[in-house]
């Protein structure tokens, strides 16, 4: 049996046991009188534990924690009486020891989904391999490209480009999720691996939580950020029929920090809103 199928039948062992125990009756009573709160606590600390990505990023003891610190507020502000025997200390025990058990199991079939993922993004991207790299992990580069720039008043733009929704609410509604997170997965590696085609070795290739490709163009200008941007974009359709939307923002015209570039370029990509009209029209000279 695999990580992720143990994991998923200590959770589903889990809920069962605490439905079982709770239901229990003898001489009509409960067995185990558990406090409302309890189930509320174990009704959200499961969930937010699998599948907030971010969680699975960090110790399993800071959810432990953090969902220990939530049960101790709840069990001093909320009076046992309504719904619970008063000072059963074995049942408070217990309350607490089964919330971090299943927190613990949330942890643990987050982190073997996120292992899932990562070989799926590894396989793309074996199929179709770039040099596109994590925006977090890249932001020394992007501070030293930045503060060149700054020093030495030199222009810099950035481009940030996704698929257009149109054609991934199509692909949603052909395919099932399974087969659609593949193939997104995928043509995400092949649109990568288009965009490093088109850029210089000067230039950055990265990728934000949501999936956007974001290139950071040293001694680029806006209206030449523009023509890379349409490039990439004729490119990706001839080669994938996919159409992508991409913003694009300079330095320092219209922002003086990397965050406001970023700002700006995906203010653009989400309103679809033009480049200036003196930017289009010199990409249009150039195109002549």
């Given at each position: 049996m695999t990580n992720l199928k143990r994991s998923f039948f200590g959770a589903a062992v889990y809920l069962a046991l605490i439905f079982v125990l709770g239901q229990?009756?003898?001489?009509?009573?409960?067995?185990?009188?558990?406090a409302s709160y309890f189930y509320l606590a174990v009704l959200i600390a499961v969930p937010v534990t699998l599948f907030f990505p971010s969680i699975s990023r960090v110790s399993v003891?800071?959810?432990?924690?953090?969902?220990?610190?939530?049960?101790?507020?709840?069990?001093?502000?909320?009076?046992?009486?309504?719904?619970?025997?008063?000072?059963?200390?074995?049942?408070?025990?217990l309350e607490f020891v089964l919330l971090e058990v299943g927190v613990w199991f949330a942890y643990q079939v987050a982190m073997q989904i996120s292992h899932a993922e990562s070989i799926m993004d590894a396989l793309a991207l074996s199929a179709f391999p770039n040099r596109t790299r994590d925006i977090d992990s890249e932001s020394q580069r992007i501070k030293i490209e930045l503060t060149r720039s700054r020093r030495y008043n030199r222009p810099l733009s950035v481009v940030v480009i996704q698929s257009e929704s149109k054609d991934e609410q199509t692909t949603r509604e052909m395919?099932?999720?399974?087969?659609?997170?593949?193939?997104?997965?995928f043509a995400s590696a092949r649109m990568g691996q288009i965009i490093d085609d088109r850029i210089r070795q000067t230039d950055l290739?990265?990728?934000d939580h949501k999936g956007r490709f974001i290139i950071l163009c040293p001694e680029t200008d806006l209206s030449h950020a523009a023509l890379l941007a349409q490039r990439i974009s004729q490119?990706?359709?001839?080669?994938?029929?996919?159409?992508?939307?991409?913003?694009?923002?300079?330095?320092?015209?219209?922002?003086?920090?990397?965050?406001?570039?970023?700002?700006?370029?995906?203010?653009?990509?989400?309103?679809?809103?033009?480049?200036?009209?003196?930017?289009?029209?010199?990409?249009?000279?150039?195109q002549l």
């Amino acid at each position: 049996m695999t990580n992720l199928k143990r994991s998923f039948f200590g959770a589903a062992v889990y809920l069962a046991l605490i439905f079982v125990l709770g239901q229990f009756d003898y001489a009509d009573r409960p067995l185990i009188n558990f406090a409302s709160y309890f189930y509320l606590a174990v009704l959200i600390a499961v969930p937010v534990t699998l599948f907030f990505p971010s969680i699975s990023r960090v110790s399993v003891y800071v959810p432990l924690f953090v969902w220990a610190g939530v049960y101790i507020v709840l069990l001093q502000i909320i009076n046992r009486d309504y719904s619970a025997n008063v000072g059963e200390l074995p049942v408070i025990v217990l309350e607490f020891v089964l919330l971090e058990v299943g927190v613990w199991f949330a942890y643990q079939v987050a982190m073997q989904i996120s292992h899932a993922e990562s070989i799926m993004d590894a396989l793309a991207l074996s199929a179709f391999p770039n040099r596109t790299r994590d925006i977090d992990s890249e932001s020394q580069r992007i501070k030293i490209e930045l503060t060149r720039s700054r020093r030495y008043n030199r222009p810099l733009s950035v481009v940030v480009i996704q698929s257009e929704s149109k054609d991934e609410q199509t692909t949603r509604e052909m395919l099932k999720s399974v087969q659609h997170d593949l193939q997104s997965r995928f043509a995400s590696a092949r649109m990568g691996q288009i965009i490093d085609d088109r850029i210089r070795q000067t230039d950055l290739a990265l990728r934000d939580h949501k999936g956007r490709f974001i290139i950071l163009c040293p001694e680029t200008d806006l209206s030449h950020a523009a023509l890379l941007a349409q490039r990439i974009s004729q490119a990706v359709k001839d080669r994938t029929n996919l159409r992508i939307l991409w913003g694009i923002a300079a330095f320092p015209e219209e922002a003086l920090t990397f965050d406001d570039l970023l700002a700006k370029a995906r203010e653009r990509l989400i309103h679809s809103a033009p480049v200036p009209n003196e930017t289009a029209v010199a990409v249009k000279t150039q195109q002549l």
